[in-house]
């Protein structure tokens, strides 16, 4: 059922709006999180559930829709109150179907439970901080780490932890910003930042461990190189045995402003080190591209050959190698 199939059905049921809450993914479908459902779920106090002639109710819905799939006692949701109005209708709001998704661990609610998760944080990119906050833990450090793909030089890694009433407006993923405006926020961030750690691991190390552990290593010796010691740390995608409670978020760049943080003073820091490589070496065009495989690198590499910062286990230069 699509929005106005579920209202015209909750419209037939005539049971007083203030009375229950729509739950689960009828809930869903009328806050344009999803299209359609097959289901209409209410949930109530169990007084109101008690006075209520149920079997005459349900008879109005279509025999394919079940009195257990419609009207479910969810006590503990209704009571908390976690809900938003819409055209009258109480609903449970995102963050509680949100909870109410993960509390069900059913393997067909991983993707909604994953684009609930987005939406939430691009409302509030403070969503998992707050969280953190509210179990006690006051410095919370973002991790993240830039330079996995290119051809050239070390992976960088950044360990920022923010103050409290930290704010940035336009602060994402760095990979999402401009040059100019990741470099007004480099400068921004490292001004407010309680504290900052940078890992480097260069090309050699990444030849001998691979790009994985390598990034693994940047992102332990950013944390250790932070001047404070951070009681969580929030990373982007990666797991991490570091020894401190870690939590990582899949798309955490986006999601956490302190992974964003992270990101941006991790790229901002390569991207410079590349600037200074490209002085030596302009044929490569490394201010350009940042080691990636470009045409133009490509190329590069064909007609003068590779440099001592060039990853030898990478593909392209590997081929070049063993051809020459």
């Known amino acids: 059922m699509k ?13 007083e709006k203030d009375n229950y809450i729509i739950v689960g993914d009828s809930a869903l479908v009328l806050q344009d999180v999803l299209e359609e459902t097959d289901h209409i779920n209410l949930s109530c106090s169990e007084n109101t559930y008690n006075t209520i002639n149920w079997t005459s109710k349900t008879n109005e819905f279509e025999e394919k829709i ?3 799939d419609c009207f479910e006692v969810e006590t503990d949701f209704y009571d908390r109150g976690n809900s938003i109005e819409i055209l009258g209708y109480n609903v449970l709001n995102l963050e509680s179907c949100y909870e109410l998704k993960v509390l069900e661990k059913k393997k067909k609610n991983k993707k909604i439970i994953n ?29 993240d780490e830039v330079g996995r793909g290119p051809l050239v030089g070390p992976v960088v890694a ?10 940035l407006e336009g602060l994402t993923d760095s990979k999402k910003l401009s040059e100019a405006k990741r470099d007004a926020f480099f400068e921004e961030i490292k001004a407010q930042a309680l504290a900052i750690g940078i890992g480097i691991i260069d090309e050699k190390k990444i030849d001998e461990v691979n790009i994985y552990e390598a990034t693994k290593l940047a992102m332990k010796e950013a944390i250790n190189n932070c ?22 978020i899949i798309k955490g760049d986006i999601k956490s402003i302190t992974i964003s943080a992270a990101s941006v003073i991790a790229k901002v ?7 200074e490589l490209d002085k030596t070496y302009p044929m490569y065009d490394f201010k350009n591209n940042k080691g990636y495989p470009t045409k133009k690198h490509l190329d590069a ?4 050959g590779i440099i001592d910062e060039h990853r030898k286990s990478y593909g392209p230069v590997k081929k070049y190698l063993e051809n020459k």
């Open 66 to 68: 079940k009195y257990r």
């Open 3 to 15: 929005k106005l199939e579920i209202l015209q059905k909750l419209e037939e049921l005539s049971i």
């Open 227 to 248: 001047n404070i010691k951070p009681d969580h740390i929030l990373i982007d995608a990666m797991p991490l045995d570091i020894g401190i409670p870690t939590t990582s």
């Open 158 to 167: 950044a360990c920022v932890i923010l103050p409290d009433k930290f704010h």
């Open 269 to 275: 820091t390569r991207d410079r080190m590349l600037y």
């Open 301 to 304: 590499i064909n007609k003068y």
């Open 115 to 143: 684009a609930l998760d987005l939406i939430l944080c691009q409302k509030d990119n403070l969503r998992y901080e707050k969280k953190l906050k509210s179990k006690g833990y006051k410095l919370i450090a973002g991790v």
